[in-house]
């Protein structure tokens, strides 16, 4: 392992000197209320005893956490072990891994949100080639998102459990109201020609221009559906300063000009107060933020339409937020912890079920219509089709290490941020990034 890969497990495991802020299911009975009737029975019946330990970030969801407590309750009692469940917030995960992986302690199996686990922590991570190549089978293979995230080379150290894509919410009153008739946002192209007329009605479309998450996913997916990319297809050089990146910055810049000032300020639940709020006409987020107004304000939310990634001359890609689990190789239950992902894996449609259509399925099999809370809603039908239109970080390359690192340190956000704010040009902005780039290739060579 190189220092400067040591030196990034350290910045990370800096953040990990708390205590896990939550054990949200501690040596897991066998529950005896109504909250298992809907979740099916494991299968397997090996008893492993002892006791197995999982790390989660706690859900945007909380009816999945209560899915999986009751999942894991009935899995524990029929293979005869105790199941112990950690949740702490997502954004805390990275660290907490890392700071495992360096001690070399703490769970036998671990899931990461929306980082590098596979391509980071390889040499401490059990091989899941076998579990992965036998859901292939069983399940019609693996879309194109899930064997990146969880492959390093031709080997599978992270088993893709879900994708978050991010998709385009628009208040269909307020486009309606400046003539626009279709029943579906469909390109990138839509947005920009409707920009002005939006917010000249007071209603602006809403995109973070700051070092939000949000950022960094909407501002990817218009760079690929252009045709740009940080990195060359085999991850090994640089690529962002192209005519392509020229036409997506220009782009955003004209979506800028036409959006409300306070979006440089904006974190990650801005967007959603935006929506909620009335004013907003247009924000790129998870179903959460849909699902939330929802449950606040069904009025607004029947004005609300989701759509999925927005097309631009190369097509139609998506960015995504996923969660991936890995074994430990020093863990003393690695046989409990392959099992538990087995079993776990196949009960796939009460997790969609259970997560309100927030985890959108990595298989292709579980990806077939109709798919659980999609299929049975007319107004979300379409989105049983983002699943294969969607990439990790690194894309056209592999997510290798520098394009996490590259993501952890905003190079994306700040190159389109310092465009589009004027703060610097677009050759300086993009000679900035490349240099950016460039250094953590230095750091992370493919």
């Known amino acids: 392992m190189s220092l400067s890969r040591r030196g990034l497990l350290r910045?990370?495991?800096?953040?990990?000197?708390?205590?896990?802020?939550?054990?949200?299911?501690a040596e897991i009975p066998r529950p005896t209320g109504s909250p298992g009737a809907t979740v099916s029975q494991p299968g397997p019946t090996t008893r492993f005893g002892g006791r197995l330990t999982v790390l989660q970030g706690s859900h945007p969801v909380p009816a999945f956490d209560r899915y999986v407590d009751a999942w894991a309750a009935r899995w524990a009692a029929t293979n005869g072990l105790a199941v112990r469940i950690d949740r702490i917030p997502p954004a805390d995960l990275?660290?907490?891994?890392?700071?495992?992986?360096?001690?070399?302690?703490?769970?036998?199996?671990?899931?990461?949100?929306?980082?590098?686990?596979?391509a980071l922590h390889r040499p401490s991570l059990v091989d899941l080639?076998?579990?992965?190549?036998?859901?292939?089978?069983?399940?019609?293979?693996?879309?194109?998102?899930?064997?990146?995230?969880?492959?390093?080379?031709?080997?599978?150290?992270?088993?893709?459990?879900?994708?978050?894509?991010?998709?385009?919410?628009?208040?269909?009153?307020?486009?309606?109201?400046?003539?626009?008739?279709?029943?579906?946002?469909?390109?990138?192209?839509?947005?920009?020609?409707?920009?002005?007329?939006?917010?000249?009605?007071?209603?602006?479309?809403?995109?973070?221009?700051?070092?939000?998450?949000?950022?960094?996913?909407?501002?990817?997916?218009?760079?690929?559906?252009?045709?740009?990319?940080?990195?060359?297809?085999?991850?090994?050089?640089?690529?962002?300063?192209?005519?392509?990146?020229?036409?997506?910055?220009?782009?955003?810049?004209?979506?800028?000009?036409?959006?409300?000032?306070?979006?440089?300020?904006?974190?990650?639940?801005?967007?959603?107060?935006?929506?909620?709020?009335?004013?907003?006409?247009w924000i790129c987020d998870p179903i959460d933020a849909f699902r939330a107004i929802g449950a606040a304000d069904p009025g607004l939310a029947a004005r609300i339409a989701l759509d999925g990634p927005l097309a631009g001359p190369a097509g139609r890609i998506g960015s995504m937020a996923f969660t991936a689990y890995g074994i430990w190789a020093f863990s003393p239950n690695i046989a409990a912890a392959r099992q538990f992902l087995l079993d776990y894996s196949d009960d796939w449609p009460n997790q969609m079920t259970a997560s309100q259509g927030f985890n959108q399925p990595f298989l292709v099999g579980h990806a077939r219509h109709p798919m659980p809370v999609f299929g049975a809603d007319s107004r979300l039908a379409h989105l049983q089709d983002v699943g294969p239109l969607l990439r990790p970080v690194g894309y056209p390359g592999p997510p290798t290490l520098a394009a996490y690192d590259a993501l952890e340190s905003h190079v994306i956000a700040d190159l389109f941020t310092d465009h589009c704010t004027g703060r610097r040009t677009m050759d300086d902005a993009i000679a900035d990034a490349s240099r950016r780039l460039r250094d953590s290739l230095a750091r992370f060579p493919a």
């Not at 910045?11 to 299911?25: D, G, K, Q, S």
């Not at 891994?97 to 596979?118: I, K, M, P, Q």
């Open 94 to 118: 990275r660290a907490r891994v890392a700071f495992e992986a360096t001690t070399r302690s703490g769970h036998d199996l671990v899931a990461c949100y929306s980082s590098g686990l596979a």
């Open 129 to 281: 080639s076998d579990l992965c190549d036998r859901a292939a089978a069983r399940y019609g293979g693996w879309l194109p998102a899930g064997e990146a995230i969880g492959t390093v080379g031709q080997r599978w150290y992270a088993y893709p459990d879900f994708a978050v894509p991010f998709l385009n919410a628009w208040r269909t009153d307020r486009w309606r109201a400046v003539g626009f008739a279709g029943d579906h946002l469909e390109s990138w192209d839509e947005l920009i020609r409707n920009a002005a007329a939006l917010r000249a009605s007071g209603h602006p479309a809403g995109a973070a221009m700051s070092r939000a998450a949000d950022a960094e996913h909407t501002w990817r997916a218009l760079l690929w559906s252009y045709g740009a990319a940080e990195f060359t297809a085999d991850g090994k050089a640089v690529a962002i300063d192209s005519p392509e990146t020229r036409d997506a910055l220009g782009l955003a810049k004209v979506l800028f000009a036409n959006e409300d000032p306070e979006v440089v300020t904006w974190r990650d639940l801005d967007n959603d107060a935006y929506l909620r709020s009335g004013k907003g006409s």
């Open 11 to 25: 910045r990370l495991a800096a953040a990990a000197t708390l205590p896990i802020a939550a054990a949200c299911v």
